[in-house]
Every structure is written in structure tokens, then in C-alpha cells.
């Protein structure tokens, strides 16, 4: 592993443990469209693949930038999960979510909770609360 890598690794223990989250940063490809980071050319790489084919790949200059996407995606599963546990007939599932997305970051960076809110505004814009849906 990189020092670049280990020292993510590190950084990230305590924004983990403000999520609650149970694991830390993957280093290596999983295959079941979960995130990992990988360290090249100066740069962290967020890659998700899915059964053997890369999906996504995004880079980041910065510690900080990764660890959003990171904290972003605990956030996001864990908001689906009190969802789906609160769950509000004929309200669009994504009320809760986001409030619920936005609360979670809160505790580890209210700049992320921020910028959360701002880039669900913008999907919002796109695909506006639909509750006659019930659910996304």
C-alpha cells in the first residue's frame, strides 16, 4: 500500500467513526459495485466496479475531495436503510433520505452536509419529489 493510501486510511478512521460506519476504505476491487480507491499520477482514484467491469471513475487531487465521496456513500446507504425503516406511504422516498443523508454528514462536516444539500437541489431541479410515487 502506498503512504499516500495509508495515510487516507488513517484519516478516514475518525470520519468512520463519526458515520458509524463498520468498514473502512477498500484498496482493491470488489466486483459488487462498491467503491475503492486506488493512489496514481499524483492523484486518488474512485473506482466502483460491478461484476467485473469498471463502472465509474472519478479523481481527486485532495485527501478531503475522496474522503467526501467516501462519507457520501456511508451516508447514503445509511439514509436508505432509516428509509426504509420509516418508510411514509405515498411521500416520495427521497424526503427522507436526504434529510436523513444531510444529518449524517452534519456530524463529521457541516461543509459536507452543505454540499450534500446542494448537489441533492440539483437533482431535485432534474427529478423534483414525485409523492403520489410513494418511493423512487
Given amino acids: 500500500m502506498t503512504e499516500e493510501l495509508e495515510r487516507l486510511r488513517n484519516s478516514y478512521k475518525a470520519v468512520r467513526l463519526a458515520l458509524g460506519a463498520a468498514r473502512g476504505v477498500r484498496f482493491a476491487e470488489q466486483h459488487d459495485g462498491s467503491a475503492h480507491v486506488e493512489f496514481s499520477d499524483g492523484r486518488y482514484q474512485y473506482v466502483v ?49 436526504f434529510a436523513k443523508q444531510n444529518e449524517i454528514l452534519g456530524r463529521v462536516d457541516p461543509q459536507w452536509a452543505a454540499r450534500s444539500e446542494r448537489e441533492q437541489e440539483e437533482i431535485l431541479r432534474n427529478h423534483p419529489f414525485n409523492d403520489r410515487a410513494g418511493s423512487l
Fill in 49 to 97: 466496479t460491478d461484476r467485473g467491469v469498471e463502472v465509474e471513475r472519478r479523481s481527486a487531487s485532495g485527501m478531503d475531495e475522496i474522503m467526501y465521496w467516501l462519507a457520501r456513500d456511508e451516508s447514503h446507504r445509511q439514509a436508505c436503510d432509516f428509509e426504509l425503516q420509516n418508510r411514509i406511504p405515498n411521500r416520495d422516498a427521497r424526503r427522507l433520505m
